[in-house]
């Protein structure tokens, strides 16, 4: 398995463990800021100062969402329908994990992710 492979899985592996620990706050289905359709990109932990868009495939999300939003996500919700991989850097390159339909981060510090999400797509 090469390092990029190990990241992802890792990466995936600490969402699932967020995931599983709801009731203590940490990730869940019910996140804070999350729409009822889409994905909830947040610039503050906790759901706060946040858009939501379409479970589209998003390369740049300068271009996408806009400048102010590029490497300033702290938190996510996704209810999508879709499960969304989120990578470090722009055409889906970096580090990634991976947000369930349903399932949020509350806070992307926590899996060593804050402020650096570029671009993401459905997985």
């Known amino acids: 398995m090469n390092a990029r492979s190990k990241t992802t899985l890792l990466g995936a592996v600490a969402v699932t463990a967020l995931t599983m620990t709801a009731g203590m706050g940490v990730a869940g289905a019910a996140q804070p800021g999350t ?14 100062n946040c858009t939501t868009r379409q479970a589209t495939t998003v390369w740049d999300l300068a271009v996408a969402v806009g400048s102010s939003w590029q490497d300033s996500i702290s938190s996510i919700g996704n209810n999508s329908g879709y499960n969304i991989c989120f990578y470090e850097h722009n055409n889906h390159q970096g580090r990634s994990f991976i947000v369930p339909n349903g399932q949020g981060v509350n806070d ?16």
Do not use: E, M, Q, Y
């Not at 992307?108 to 997985?123: A, R």
């Open 35 to 48: 729409a009822a359709s889409g994905i909830s990109i947040c610039k503050d932990a906790g759901g706060k």
């Open 108 to 123: 992307l510090s926590t899996i060593g992710f804050n402020d650096s999400v570029s671009s993401w797509k459905p997985c």
